[in-house]
């Protein structure tokens, strides 16, 4: 064990309700907003080949260009409560909002820079009614910030002379500031989704970023912060040299899923995810794939079965509107939800084999479990292996209970689940089990005489 100053202060997962509430949500809402969607990825006619959010690097686009694009952000459009009710529909439980990405513009009226929305057109505060608009639709709001700011004269990706330092000294007083503007100006905020601090200015930063976590959640007592916020005393980041995790949840999985329950070591986790291949600002022409809304619903199932929320990104456009792929996306989520959400909502790692037809959840705190089927084999029956001594005694398919599948036993417990002939539903569908722990199975009896 090596001695810390700044590691991971706990073991193991926190208990308290903030996060016990987080561990339910499942499913959740990215989103990407900014001086880069007024881009789309495109500049005088030719189109970025990176993430569209990114497009300030491009060495098409000149700096200047870039940093005055917010004069003329206006949405006029830009309508909180439609896009609260379209994540409602959709069955998200928590949104993810960028209030500053890496460029430095910051989407509400803060004091710290006038590169801010109050120096735009529009002037209006973007995230104080979109704070309420979700918290009024039910939905929780975790705020979304970017440690690396290219826009601030202090900004340093390393720390290599005296200066540097004290430069960038002063750019964490100045990150600090903005922090506290949005715990005080948006008090309803659960948590916030750090990015931007993979450098060595941060890695070398270890004993300011534990400070500056115990700092925010002292301002606001059960704040959820992931790993991406601290280094430990070595440069560490995510786990500690110990190996522990610092953070309230695991980071790091941005457009990757785990593969096994191994891999996830115990933590909570959540998985961020674009629709497109990559990019999370508005491009105008998505490169290559873009997920289909099964995709999509696929690897919500493998989220929440090994113990993960997925969050699904959306880049509106500059004027506030959502394209045409992404409605559909959260129509058919939703439409999906309102069938299944069961399986999805306070649901957690199962711990039973995998089968190749999809995914198990398990309900938390009671002994309901969820088949969420992808593959129906060619038979036409679904193999159900529960671990010894427990043996599944009712099986319903959600969102029409009169389709009669039949629940056969087979041996330890196992059991068969056939489904109706030429039964077929065009997506994903899922079975909710009914288990107990079998009483005895004759095997103490012959034991014991
Ligand atoms: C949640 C995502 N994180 C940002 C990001 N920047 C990266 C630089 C290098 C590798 C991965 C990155 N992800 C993306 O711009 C988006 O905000």
Redesign the pocket.
């Known amino acids: 064990k090596i001695e810390l100053q700044h590691g991971a202060h706990r073991t193991g997962k926190r208990t308290d309700a903030d996060m016990q509430t987080w561990r339910t949500y499942g499913l959740g809402q ?1 989103i ?1 907003w900014g001086a880069y969607s007024l881009l789309g990825g495109k500049y005088n006619g030719e189109y970025y080949n990176g ?1 569209a ?2 497009i300030r690097v491009w060495n098409k686009v000149p700096n200047a260009v870039y940093d005055n694009l917010y004069k003329q952000f206006n949405p006029q459009q830009y309508n909180p409560t439609q896009w609260a009710a379209m994540a409602k529909q959709m069955g998200v439980k928590y949104l993810t909002f ?1 209030t500053k ?2 460029d430095g513009f910051c989407l509400w009226p803060s004091k710290t820079t006038s590169y801010t929305i109050a120096g735009t057109p529009y002037k209006k505060d973007i995230i104080k009614p979109l704070v309420e608009a979700y918290t009024k639709a039910g939905i929780d709001v975790y705020l ?1 910030f970017s440690v690396m700011d290219w826009s601030h004269p202090d900004w340093r990706y390393d720390l290599k002379t005296r200066e540097d330092t004290i430069a960038f000294d002063r750019f964490k007083k100045f990150t600090k500031d903005q922090l506290t503007e949005l715990l005080t100006l948006y008090p309803e905020t659960k948590g916030l989704w750090f ?2 601090t ?1 450098d060595n200015s941060w890695k070398k930063s270890g004993a300011f970023t534990d400070s500056l976590e115990q700092y925010l959640k002292a301002l606001r007592p059960g704040l959820i912060i992931g790993s991406r916020l601290r280094a430990d005393d070595l440069g560490n980041r995510h786990n500690d040299a110990n190996g522990l995790l610092m953070g309230d949840y695991e980071q790091g999985w ?1 457009r990757k899923i785990p593969k096994t329950y191994a891999d996830v070591h115990g933590n909570d986790w959540d998985c ?1 995810m674009t629709i497109p291949e990559n990019g ?1 600002g508005y491009q105008e022409k998505w490169l290559g794939h873009w997920k289909t809304s099964n995709e999509l619903i696929e690897m919500l199932a493998q989220c929440v079965s090994l113990g993960g929320n997925l969050v699904v990104n959306f880049g509106p456009k500059g004027d506030g509107s959502f394209r045409p792929e992404e409605m559909t996306a959260a129509k058919d989520i939703g439409a999906w939800m309102k069938i299944n959400s069961n399986a999805i909502y306070n649901c957690e790692y199962a711990g039973w084999e995998k089968q190749d037809w999809g995914y198990y959840t398990k309900r938390t705190g009671e002994n309901k479990y969820y088949m969420i089927v992808f593959n129906v084999p060619v038979s036409g029956s679904l193999k159900v292996q529960p671990p010894r001594n427990w043996t599944v005694t009712k099986a319903t398919l959600l969102g029409d209970a009169t389709k009669n599948i039949s629940l056969e036993k087979i041996d330890y417990g196992g059991s068969f689940i056939h489904l109706p002939k030429g039964f077929s539903t065009g997506k994903p569908f899922v079975i909710e089990l009914e288990t107990q722990k079998a009483t005895g199975t004759g095997n103490e009896q012959k034991a014991k005489t």
Do not use: L, P, Q
Request: net charge negative; hydrophobic share 40%.
């Open positions: 990215f990407h993430a959010e990114w960028t990405h890496h979304y990015d931007g993979w941005e961020v999370w």
